[in-house]
């Protein structure tokens, strides 16, 4: 259950944090670095990067984003499906 809760919260968070930065692009402000971005998304949250990058259309166009996210997604839900059928 906390793994469940952990994943659920990262996921939020990464969403919103990729939502901002592309917020902050929009308006020339200070931006978040794309390395934080990719470690939220290598640290559980790769689901809500994924939404993220399809909602908000950022970070469509570098590839350290469009190949790196989603491999590290399907890394993820391997992971959970292992847990889930481990009974953890």
Not at 38 to 62: D, E, Y
Request: charge should be positive.
């Amino acid at each position: 259950m906390v793994v469940l809760i952990y994943f659920v919260f990262i996921n939020i968070l990464t969403f919103s944090l990729y939502g901002a930065d592309k917020w902050k692009a929009k308006k020339g402000s200070w931006r978040i670095s794309e390395s934080t971005l990719l470690l939220l998304a290598f640290l559980g949250g790769s689901i809500g990067a994924l939404l993220a990058m399809k909602v908000f259309r950022h970070k469509t166009r570098h590839k350290n984003f469009t190949i790196g996210v989603p491999a590290i997604c399907i890394l993820h839900i391997s992971l959970l499906f292992w847990l889930y059928f481990k009974g953890l």
